[in-house]
Nanobody
Framework: QVQLVESGGGLVQAGGSLRLSCAASGYIFRIDTMGWYRQAPGKQRELVAI???????NYADSVKDRFTISRDSTKNTVYLQMNSLGPEDTAVYYCSLVGRAGRTATPKDYWGQGTQVTVSS
């Protein structure tokens, strides 16, 4: 069973930085995507940034030039470096992984438990 464990959330002042980490454990034959989503109170969960294997990265317009997603394939870990944080970035951040158990297996979607990021003004 694949599990995702996030870390790095917390409270930061506006203009500050945080780095989120998400480590995947368990057997995965191939990872299709790893990414970060967030959900603010009263809002829908939204994509923040994603790495598509062998393709590249994609960011929400609201975080471009401030956030950077990266992945350590040797550790099945994805990171989100968040700079110039503002109160609008306050949310629970969720790690996502889409992967396969075998070459012809159906992709499955896995989620972390979420980590709270709070930005004070």
């Amino acid at each position: 069973q694949v599990q995702l464990v996030e870390s790095g959330g917390g409270l930061v002042q506006a203009g500050g930085s945080l780095r989120l980490s998400c480590a995947a454990s368990g057997y995965i034959f191939r990872i299709d995507t790893m990414g970060w989503y967030r959900q603010a109170p009263g809002k829908q969960r939204e994509l923040v940034a994603i790495i598509v294997s062998n393709v590249g990265t994609n960011y929400a317009d609201s975080v471009k030039d401030r956030f950077t997603i990266s992945r350590d394939s040797t550790k099945n870990t994805v990171y989100l470096q968040m700079n110039s944080l503002g109160p609008e970035d306050t949310a629970v951040y969720y790690c996502s992984l889409v992967g396969r158990a075998g070459r012809t297996a159906t992709p499955k979607d896995y989620w972390g438990q979420g980590t709270q990021v709070t930005v004070s003004s």
